[in-house]
């Protein structure tokens, strides 16, 4: 019997198949954006400089100029000249993941600080689209913390996404580092995004330990890095929780900070020509923020509780950034110097911060309890100034006596060592016993 061969097979593989590596040249470097000629490529498509026969930088593809390609290098431009052959992969960044990466210590683009090798069978996009709206879980059940001004008074949810604001040396990173030693999550996901370099050691050795290293994965694109790693550890973190919550875990990420994120994707932005608008940032910044806050959250089988640090700039918490980070958070956390400067640990402004969740997860009793507590601080830093120079004369106001009665207690129940971790049931016992001391005690 003769054998039919398919030729209309292959002929339709050789008409579509691509036999050929097309390769592009260096035409002009201009900041921190290399403009290539030869190639065609798509916004984010990985391509490689070749320097010499031993050593090529990655790049990535940010933009177009007529007929020129605008690519952005994950290294330094040392080595870069006229004429250097660029190779497009016709891939986008991805993150390698899998169950090996816990107690690991990444850089920005997802590959470990110590170049030890490690085997992960699965591959993510670092751009991936938030769950869908209609099948996320309700958010019903309260995260522990171990910060009882935030347990009790801005009670955070598992899956909340919530911002912690502040100036810069008020306790930011303490705070964030007592949560880490704290939370009872399942895993933990830490994103040091255009931080000192320094940080790094303080999360493993002190926030951290060997146990909590153990449930953790680091990822580090310290300030020293070229923006675009920046921008790309932020995605990578975040892909990396991803990955955990879609295997049911209950994942804590968190992010210090969200504003050297925005300082990287402006830089971007001014390199590749986007207009200016507010203090410098470009429109792709307010942009990006919504993409990256809303793949956070819950999912149908896991959670992403994450806590999104803030710098803020100048104290100005009504500055871009801050505005439009508190804007989509489901909460906001404010540091106060004024707090830090009194040696008050940590610096919460309770009265000024919110969880837009709270009044959902919590009890009716727990909810009266937080009311009244803002209620009689709220009363007490309203007339603090005529109690301070002597003023307020005792027996005028039945509901300032008591506040005068009550705040150094609360001060005291706010106030809190590294060291010292409260349980809910712990912190609502206190909250509880605030109001049963006695005037005058």
Not at 67 to 72: D, G, P
Not at 304 to 324: K, Q, R, W, Y
Request: proline fraction near 4%; hydrophobic fraction near 40%; include cysteine.
């Amino acid at each position: 019997m003769e054998r039919k061969i398919p030729f209309d097979q292959y002929k339709e593989h050789i008409a579509n198949g691509r036999f050929y590596k097309r390769e592009g040249k260096v035409k002009q470097v201009i900041g921190l954006t290399i403009q290539v000629e030869g190639i065609k490529a798509f916004v984010g498509e990985i391509c490689d400089i070749v320097i010499d026969s031993k050593r090529k930088i990655s790049a990535e593809v940010v933009g177009f100029s007529e007929e020129k390609v605008l690519i952005m290098p994950f290294g330094e431009l040392s080595g870069i000249s006229p004429g250097s052959r660029v190779i497009p992969t016709g891939k986008c960044m991805r993150v390698k993941v899998g169950d090996n990466l816990l107690g690991k210590v990444l850089n920005g683009l997802g590959e470990p600080f110590d170049k030890e090798k490690i085997y992960l069978n699965e591959e993510v996009d670092s751009y991936q689209s938030p769950p869908n709206a209609l099948t996320r879980r309700r958010i019903d059940r309260i995260m522990e913390t171990g910060v009882r001004a935030i347990d009790g008074l801005i009670t955070v949810g598992v899956g909340q996404r919530i911002g912690i604001f502040s100036g810069s040396g008020v306790g930011k990173s303490t705070l964030i580092g007592k949560i880490c030693r704290s939370s009872k999550a399942d895993i933990n996901v830490i994103c040091l995004i255009g931080e000192r370099n320094r940080e790094l050691q303080n999360v493993l050795d002190i926030d951290l330990g060997e146990e909590g290293l153990k449930k953790s994965v680091v990822v580090c694109a310290t300030s020293d890095q070229p923006a675009l790693v920046r921008i790309k550890g932020a995605y990578t973190g975040i892909s990396i929780a991803e990955y955990f919550r879609d295997k049911g875990h209950n994942v804590m990420l968190i992010m210090d900070s969200v504003t050297r994120f925005a300082m990287a994707q402006r830089e971007v932005g001014l390199a590749i020509g986007e207009p200016p608008t507010t203090k410098g940032y470009t429109p792709s910044v307010f942009a990006m923020l919504p993409k990256l806050f809303e793949r956070a959250g819950t999912s149908e089988i896991g959670s992403i509780t994450a806590f999104f640090t803030v710098l803020v700039e100048g104290d100005d918490f009504n500055e871009p950034i801050s505005d439009a980070a508190r804007g989509i958070l489901d909460g906001h956390i404010i540091l106060s110097r004024k707090l830090a400067a009194q040696n008050h640990f940590p610096a919460i402004d309770v009265n000024n911060s919110i969880s837009r969740l709270m009044s959902q997860i919590i009890t009716d009793k727990h909810s009266d309890a937080a009311a009244q507590l803002r209620d009689i601080m709220a009363l007490y830093e309203e007339s603090e100034d005529l109690i301070n120079v002597g003023a307020y004369v005792k027996g005028t106001n039945p509901k300032l006596d008591k506040a005068i009665a009550l705040y150094p207690e609360i001060m005291k129940f706010l106030k809190q060592k590294l060291e010292d971790r409260s349980t809910l049931e712990e912190t609502l016992e206190w909250m509880d016993s605030l109001f049963n001391v006695e005037k005058g005690e």
